[in-house]
């Protein structure tokens, strides 16, 4: 069970826009900095989004996190085949003394 | 260009220790901005940090509470690598393990070693 809660799944069709939640507490959430990660099949996770809405270089616009509270979410816009990836939120937590990471969600483009 | 190169067995005998390494390009490990992080993934328990290693003056350590009792995450200064020991491993270890730096001013894991398949099985 993991500390940060996701969907475990969501879908849109190709163009659409689709958001992605990370529901978390005070420890968490609340009180530190979301990042956002991609998993491709088969290797690493990216990294999205960091300090709940900003963009690495190379990450495209289409790519939007925010954080509202002890949630957050992760927006894509124009969606694309090339999108389908799992997706996971992170943040410190103080309670863990560690990295709190999302159970995941996985994106299909329909 | 910072790059994360993971090394060490596929396979361990349960109770023996898991040990692999993160070699660091580009950046040193004793980067006084950083800390320096083994998550691992599986499917039935996800995405796991394991814990960190990073310098502040003096070496310093945090583990995750789920293997703290058995997990040491050292620095190798000479070589610019840090290393991941899980000692008395089950097969519920079982996983791919990565390696992550953590910069202070990103807050999040920005670079990612490529990733070791474990198995734990005799």
């Known amino acids: 069970q993991s500390v940060l809660t996701q969907p475990p799944s969501v879908s849109a069709a190709p163009g659409q826009r689709v958001t992605i939640s990370c529901s978390g507490r005070s420890s968490n959430v609340g009180n530190y900095h979301v990042s956002w990660y991609q998993q491709l099949p088969g290797t690493a996770p990216k990294l999205l989004i960091y300090d709940n809405d900003k963009r690495p270089s190379g990450i495209p616009d289409r790519f939007s996190g925010s954080k509202s509270g002890t949630s957050a979410t992760l927006a894509i816009t124009g969606l694309q085949t090339g999108d389908e990836a799992d997706y996971y939120c992170g943040t410190w937590d103080t309670s863990l003394t560690g990295v709190a990471l999302g159970g995941g969600t996985k994106l299909t483009v329909l | 260009q910072i790059h994360l190169q993971q090394s060490g067995p596929g396979l361990v005998k349960p109770s023996q220790t898991l040990a692999l390494t993160c070699a660091i390009s580009?950046?040193?490990?004793?980067?006084?901005?950083?800390?320096w992080n083994w998550i691992r993934q599986s499917p039935s328990r996800g995405l796991e940090w394991l814990g960190r290693?990073?310098?502040?003056?003096?070496?310093?350590?945090d583990y995750a509470e789920s293997v703290r009792s058995r997990i040491a995450i050292n620095p190798d200064t000479s070589k610019n690598q840090f290393s991941l020991q899980l000692n008395s491993v089950t097969p519920e270890d079982t996983a791919v393990y990565y390696c992550?730096?953590?910069?202070?001013?990103?807050?999040?894991?920005?670079?990612w070693g490529q990733g070791t398949m474990v198995t734990v099985s005799s």
């Open positions: 992550a730096k953590w910069p202070a001013k990103v807050n999040a894991f920005d670079i």
């Open positions: 580009g950046d040193s490990v004793s980067n006084n901005n950083a800390a």
């Open positions: 290693t990073y310098y502040r003056s003096k070496w310093l350590n």
